[in-house]
């Protein structure tokens, strides 16, 4: 008791009690801070505030009475509730009785006209909940089930209605349900039944009032059953008005103040709860004590009374008592006491009961401290997000095999030798790890015969203490004629020594030992080893080799394991059949390969988190004939996090791995909470006399092998107790959690027998189980919220007789306040508003991070604490989803904001999802200040964060699927368990979370920013013949024999892509991590969600028609083929059919010079892009920048190939031009690799040199011949470009003879842009000749014209007002690229801007210098924020578009930077 509130209290004279002056030492979150339920109340702003109501001490406080209107019965009609059912639906109840006493009627009308309107019902008298079926009701109604009445509403035309007339005077209230009969639709009351009550027979007196500390608690219970709200002040006020009409109401019906009182605050009797069933974990004590006589004070010692209320502390929870609680704790107790003592016990007796806790007592758990009606929220703190980011890329991403077979030791060469010379059919083969040697034993049949050979390369003297065995870790002395030569028999067992040498290969150093069983009946081998002295077992346990051998498995094939560690992968289906007889055997197996993984690198552990899945989601065996200890499963999980921990702290880019696998295997723990499975299922059945059926099938289980099902098990029986022992719920928590009948019989010891109790047994179960449900949790739960905190925060249970007892110590250096952050948590977990539990979780995750950074012994509990908070944030946004149907658009986003946090602290290589965060910040702002371009800015954070998401599946799709893929074929896995794998990882996570939110507030911000009509998920060119379905499901398993694009009224994001389908378009809105939607990704099928009903339309218009789709990021471009275009999914180019003009190119020859300046340029040098730049040089406006430009014009590559020192390369070109011609198009890639290899004849090398100097261009080789091999290496890659398969296919189509296509190469100096733009002079979508359209992107144009995913910064700006740019969407792209001062050349075919044929953009354009790839932050862009900044940029930008094109005197396609606020115009071209 040294920790209790009664700690060193000495009764005194006075009866007073000292204060306590410490808090218990156990961490179960507190549910008291003290307070004392009994308050007064003042309205204060948004909530109701609560203040402390000073008791006198020892007698009770008279509170004065206050005049209040107070409730009658009315004659007249009176509207008793307005309710809102679905959108503009409403239902009006009123209820009125024409004189008192007389039948009660109920005016029902709904804003609803359906023929099939139904009201579900019943009355409600003494007891809440239980409904009472009156024998009078309307014409039509029947009687459904026995458990309520149907009634049918009066259809008219302003919706529809019903009378009830009640005359049942013990009736209290009414609660109904509507239900739609034909569309099977409930409306309820939020969840809830309507409850509507009824006048009550008797007249109130104005004089009569209760006192408010009862009105406040009977307030709060209402709170708490309404699932705690959040109240504006006046609904505080009517909740509080409510409360005190139903007390005046049963003060009315004759129940006197003193038994309110006595109900509400002692007695706990829920039956006599008006209107509530609240538990009495949540009914405050509040009673005050009668000071007692001096005779009763004398009657019972004052120790015993001490004793006795310390016991009911205990069982009230351990709450913090006020000074005046604890007195009228001792008063209860005492009069306990003294109850015992006029019975006829003596006090001898009565101290004998004490210690027994035979003392019949009743307590009430404390009210937690709450501010009532509103849910109470944490200040979080600010925090620089850029803190957060974390830039770990792990190693080993796909492509990749990693296959490194070590060399075989001696054992394992020797057991291939051994294996070869056996003539008979091996049964079963180990190898044991024994120190630094090892252990083989190799089963064999042969002539009927069992042959088990043993060896190992040990130099020490090793015995074999062993038996045989017909069943699971029996010991049986095997028979004579099984004993090897100087073999000993004892009792159970036999001991052989090994001998030196092999019979069979003596030429290797081992000790080997032959043993033969021609017994079939028996099963196996246990065994250990004596060495020295020394006993050794297989990691604790005995040794066990089955003679039965491994259990078959069907392999499919997978190939090779490419993208896999296929080493490690084999190696774990090797020790499956090893695995496979207990957790203890897979946990210990896993440990052993942790460092192999680990080496391996990403995907070394990703093969583990593989293993460790299969194993928890039950595919593979759990437990196969061997009987476990729980400490012994418990210790091997605790050497096996501990080995995660520590890769954990040294490897951070495998972090987001490993807390996957942790979250898989669960906690463990050494010895103790492991033991304490066993012994504590005993004290439950002895405790609460239940050692048979069930109960005692259920401890056998747990002896012989404890597993995750066991929580599930102990749940069950917690809801079937709750449940008022209804078995119905037993089996439904059991089969929600994937666990049936069938596999309660396939335990070992197998669970037959339904849970059977007695009422008087209920309380002490629901105490023991939900003990046992920590300590269960403990050891298999990863991911549980409240034993996570409890491990961190310290607990202690005590042994009961032979139990062992536990001790965890709290972690030490936590941050101050942590506690009481997950205090806050823990009181708000199953709140109905989420959005402060979500604060609470999300800081304290926050305030965790630092912890997780450093490497210390508990850092393990410290990460299954953050996994569960992490799990625990994705189960409230679920729950919460039902609020946002009505939310607005700052609620949604301030929710997503919450759920990307929680996703950025999980994920490593976080720095896209920390900006998209921080994006999200500054779009709340902009909406809560009313910016204008709030909607439009947050559709482009919207797009980003889908780009994450995806980017995200994708990674775990590359590392995750090829493992689960290889590894499930090995183990036997089912197949449809292998292909959702990936799958269920993601959605098991906080981003399919964040998606559905993602999802909720598109469509809000497209009609907000009035925005496009597609939303493109899968962003695939194709072409196809379409056809409409109403449901993709109904035709999930179809093969459409030609090329199709569905049109599916209805796709709910689980089903399949039937075959030959290559475009999916709905106007559904699926999940993008939903299952279609990888389906769609990986299989490279267009799949997109067309919000614009007239789009989808006039596609199913077209049924049958051949279509080709043109999707981008936000927008579906579709165009009717003609079958001959139709586009050759092999070669990718169209069919040959005469129906493409062709294009001439007129060849070009060298000039004899190898590099020219820009004022030489001309036609027969270089092509448009050069000549282009030469022609602006001087005739636009200074303040339009142009880069200097030097050319190597056409023929010089043909030159440099004829060149003798590349006669090697030029021959091996020709034999691949050959090879092209034949159609084996790869050798494009091979000519592209072979142009690499060419020399630079020294003329070129002078001429560009001097060139570029003459010109004011860096010259790269001053700074080193290394400079000029980059230099060298960007021209050859230019050239190579005319045999990428893009333009090379591109060239075929049109009938363009690729010999005659010649490449200049354009030479300028890099600017290094802080935005590039391309701008198009006439409007391309309108084909508006007065406007403008131009785009931007932060950094280098490589992002904006290459294949870089998400959109640029978009405008429109009207020529005639060139200083009002309006913007059409803000920038989603994540990256931007960037260089050092470099020289970029770039490629100037013939080839290009030809009439007829876009040719432009199909070749390379490549820098000297590579690029930095930098994740970007608009937060903190100018071009973003400062609306100033960004109309001056854009407004330059359209006046040199502008300004381009009256010189050109055509629209123009042009291309360009800003560098600090200056426009530079790096090529333009013709508009196409």
């Not at 959040?230 to 009517?238: A, F, G, H, S």
């Not at 107790?721 to 069938?742: Q, R």
């Not at 179960?765 to 034993?787: F, I, P, Q």
């Not at 040199?1440 to 291309?1455: F, H, K, T, V, W």
């Amino acid at each position: 008791m040294s920790q209790s509130i009664f700690h060193q209290t000495v009764l005194c004279q006075t009866q007073t009690v000292a204060e306590h002056q410490s808090k218990v030492s156990s961490f179960a979150v507190s549910v008291n801070k003290g307070k004392n339920p009994s308050l007064s109340t003042n309205f204060r702003g948004n909530s109701l505030c609560v203040r402390k109501r000073k008791l006198a001490m020892g007698k009770h406080r008279h509170v004065d009475a206050i005049p209040r209107a107070v409730l009658t019965t009315n004659p007249a009609s009176d509207l008793s509730g307005r309710f809102n059912l679905d959108g503009n639906i409403e239902l009006q109840v009123g209820v009125s009785s024409s004189v008192p006493g007389a039948a009660r009627q109920v005016d029902i009308k709904v804003s609803y006209s359906s023929g099939s309107l139904l009201l579900h019902w019943g009355v409600v008298r003494d007891q809440p909940g239980k409904w009472v079926l009156p024998s009078r009701h309307p014409d039509g109604t029947k009687v459904y089930k026995n458990r309520a009445l149907r009634t049918p509403f009066m259809k008219s035309d302003s919706g529809s209605s019903l009378k009830i007339e009640i005359d049942d005077p013990a009736a209290q209230a009414i609660e109904f349900l509507i239900l739609d009969e034909t569309k099977n639709k409930w409306f309820k009351n939020n969840g809830e039944n309507f409850h509507i009550k009824l006048p009550v027979k008797n007249k109130l007196s104005q004089e009569v009032s209760v006192p408010e500390d009862l009105v406040q608690i009977q307030a709060y219970l209402r709170w708490e059953r309404k699932g705690k709200q959040m109240y504006t002040p006046q609904q505080e006020k009517e909740e509080y008005e409510a409360a005190r009409r139903e007390l005046l109401e049963e003060v009315a019906r004759g129940t006197s103040v003193q038994d309110l009182r006595a109900r509400l605050t002692n007695k706990n009797n829920p039956a006599d709860v008006k209107e509530s069933s609240v538990s009495e974990a949540k009914k405050p004590s509040v009673s005050v004590a009668k000071k007692p006589s001096a005779s009763e004070a004398k009657t019972i010692p004052d120790e015993l009374v001490q004793i006795q209320a310390f016991i009911r502390w205990e069982k009230a929870g351990k709450p913090n008592y006020s000074q005046e609680q604890q007195l009228m704790e001792f008063e209860e107790a005492r009069k306990e006491l003294l109850a015992e003592l006029e019975k006829g016990a003596s006090l001898d007796e009565i101290r004998k009961k004490i210690i027994k806790g035979e003392i019949q007592t009743k307590v009430a758990k404390q009210l937690k401290t709450k501010k009532y009606f509103r849910a109470e929220r944490i200040q979080r703190k600010k925090r620089d997000l850029v803190q957060l980011i974390n830039r770990h890329v792990a190693e080993n991403i796909v492509e990749q095999v990693i296959d490194a077979p070590k060399a075989l030791t001696v054992i394992e060469n020797y057991a291939n030798a051994r294996e070869e010379y056996e003539s008979g059919l091996v049964l079963n083969k180990a190898i044991y790890k024994i120190d630094n040697n090892s252990l083989l034993v190799l089963i064999t049949k042969d002539a009927g015969k069992v042959k088990v050979h043993l060896a190992t390369d040990s130099k020490g003297p090793f015995t074999l203490h062993w038996a045989l065995s017909r069943a699971s870790e029996e010991w049986l002395v095997p028979p004579a004629t099984a004993l090897p030569p100087g073999s000993v028999t004892m009792n159970e067992a036999a001991e052989t020594p090994f001998k030196a040498g092999s019979s069979s290969h003596p030429s290797y150093e081992v000790q080997s030992l032959d043993i033969e069983v021609d017994d079939d009946t028996f099963k196996g081998m246990p065994f250990v080893i004596l060495s020295d002295g020394k006993w050794i077992k297989n990691n604790g346990s005995n040794f066990y080799i089955e003679f039965g051998g491994k259990r078959e498995i069907q392999k499919k094939d997978v190939g090779d394991g490419k993208g896999t560690a296929k080493f490690l992968l084999d190696k774990i289906a090797e020790k499956e059949s090893e695995a496979q007889k207990s957790f203890m055997h897979r946990f210990n197996i896993a440990s052993d390969l942790i460092d192999e993984a680990k080496k391996a690198g990403q995907l070394g552990l990703a093969g583990v988190l593989v293993w460790m899945r299969f194993m928890a989601t039950r595919q593979l065996i759990w437990n196969k004939n061997y009987n476990v200890k729980p400490r012994e499963i418990s210790k091997a999980q605790d050497r096996l996090t501990d080995l995660l921990q520590d890769v954990y702290a040294s490897y951070p880019q495998y972090r987001e791995i490993v807390r996957m696998i942790l979250s898989t295997v669960g906690r463990g723990g050494e010895g103790d909470v492991g033991q304490r499975i066993r012994d504590e299922i005993l004290v439950i059945q002895r405790n609460n006399d239940c050692k048979g059926g069930m109960m005692e099938e259920w401890h056998q289980k747990l002896h012989n092998n404890t597993s995750p099902d066991d929580v599930v098990i102990c749940q069950a029986l917690i809801d079937y107790i709750n449940s008022d022992f209804d078995v119905g719920v037993y089996w439904k928590t059991l089969n929600d959690n994937g666990i049936t009948k069938e596999r309660l019989l396939s335990y070992d010891r197998a669970i037959h027998s339904e849970p059977n109790f007695r009422r008087d047994q209920k309380e002490g179960l629901l105490r023991d189980l939900g003990n046992y449900m920590r300590t269960l949790k403990a050891v298999h739960s990863g991911a549980d919220l409240e034993s996570a905190i409890s491990n961190c925060m310290g607990y202690k249970s005590e042994g009961q007789g032979f139990m062992v007892g536990v001790q965890i110590n709290p972690v030490p250096g936590l941050p101050t306040g942590f506690p009481g952050l997950l205090e806050f948590v823990m009181e708000h977990v199953e709140d109905k508003n989420v959005e402060p539990l979500l604060e609470g979780l999300l800081e304290a995750r926050q305030e965790l991070q630092p912890s997780l950074s450093k490497s210390q012994g508990r850092l393990k509990d410290l990460l299954f604490l953050d996994v569960a908070l992490d799990s625990t944030v994705r189960t409230a946004v679920e729950r919460g989803y039902e609020e946002l149907n009505n939310a607005g658009s700052e609620k949604i986003m301030y929710l997503i904001s919450l759920v990307l946090e929680n996703l950025a602290l999980s994920s490593d290589d976080n720095e896209d999802l920390i900006y998209c965060l921080k994006g999200w910040d500054l779009a709340l702002s902009m909406c809560k200040s009313k910016d204008t371009h709030w909607a439009l800015y947050a559709k482009s954070v919207l797009d980003r964060t889908r780009l994450a998401l995806t980017n995200k599946a994708n990674l775990y799709q590359q590392i995750l699927q090829p493992s689960a893929e290889y590894l499930g074929s090995l183990l036997g896995v089912d197949r449809w368990a292998v292909e959702i794998f990936t799958e269920e990882i993601i959605r098991s996570g906080s981003a399919a979370s964040l998606s559905t939110l993602l999802n909720r507030l598109d469509p809000v911000l497209r009609k907000t920013a009035n925005l496009g009509s597609w939303q493109v998920i899968s962003p695939v060119e194709t072409v196809g013949y379409v056809e409409v379905v109403d449901e993709l499901l109904a035709v999930q398993n179809k093969s459409y024999e030609r090329p199709t694009i569905l049109i599916a009224k209805s796709v709910k994001g689980e089903e399949e892509i039937p075959d030959g389908t290559v475009a999916v378009l709905t106007p559904d809105m699926p999940d993008v991590l939903s299952h279609v939607s990888v389906r769609a990704r990986n299989s490279k099928v267009c799949f997109a969600t067309c919000f614009d009903p007239n789009i989808l339309a006039s596609l199913q218009e077209n049924k049958g028609k051949l279509f080709r789709l043109k999707p981008t990021s936000a927008d579906v471009v579709y165009s009717e083929v003609k079958e001959g275009e139709f586009i050759d999914d092999k070669s990718t180019h169209l069919k040959d059919d005469g129906s493409v003009p062709s294009i001439s190119l007129a060849r070009k020859k060298f000039s004899g010079r190898y590099a020219v300046s820009s004022e030489e340029f001309t036609g027969e040098m270089v092509g448009a892009k050069s000549r282009n730049i030469s022609y602006l040089k001087g005739k636009v406006a200074s303040w339009i920048g142009i880069p200097t430009s030097v050319a190597l014009p056409f023929g010089v590559f043909e030159h440099v190939l004829s060149d003798k020192s590349n006669q090697a390369v030029a021959e091996r070109v020709n034999i691949l031009k050959m090879k092209l011609i034949e159609g084996d198009f790869s050798a494009l890639k091979e000519i592209r690799e072979t142009v690499l290899q060419l020399n630079a004849p020294s003329q070129l090398v002078e001429e560009l040199k001097t060139k570029m100097k003459s010109s004011g261009m860096p010259w790269p080789g001053d700074e080193g011949e290394q400079r000029w091999e980059q230099a060298w290496t960007a021209i050859k890659k230019v050239w190579g470009s005319k045999w990428n398969e893009r333009a090379y296919f591109s060239t075929r189509k049109v009938k363009l003879d690729h010999d005659y296509l010649s490449m200049a190469v354009l030479v300028q100096e890099v600017i290094n842009a802080d935005y590039a733009f391309v701008i198009h002079t006439t409007n391309p979508s309108s084909g508006d000749s007065s406007e403008i359209y131009a785009e931007v992107v932060k950094g280098l144009g490589e992002t904006l014209v290459g294949a870089y995913p998400g959109r640029a910064l978009s405008f429109i700006c009207k020529k005639r007002d060139l200083n009002s740019p309006q913007v059409l969407g803000y920038p989603s792209k994540p990256v931007g690229l960037f260089i050092r001062r470099s020289i970029i050349f770039r490629s100037d075919s013939n080839g290009e801007d030809l009439e007829g044929y876009a040719g432009a953009g199909l070749y390379d354009s490549v820098p000297m210098d590579e690029e930095e790839t930098v994740v970007l932050d608009y937060t903190s862009d100018k071009l973003i924020v400062d609306g100033s900044f960004r109309q001056s940029i854009l407004s330059s930008i359209a006046r040199a578009g502008n300004e381009i094109e009256e010189l050109y005197g055509s629209p123009q396609d042009i291309e360009g930077v800003i560098k600090d606020g200056k426009v530079y115009v790096v090529q333009t071209r013709p508009q196409m």
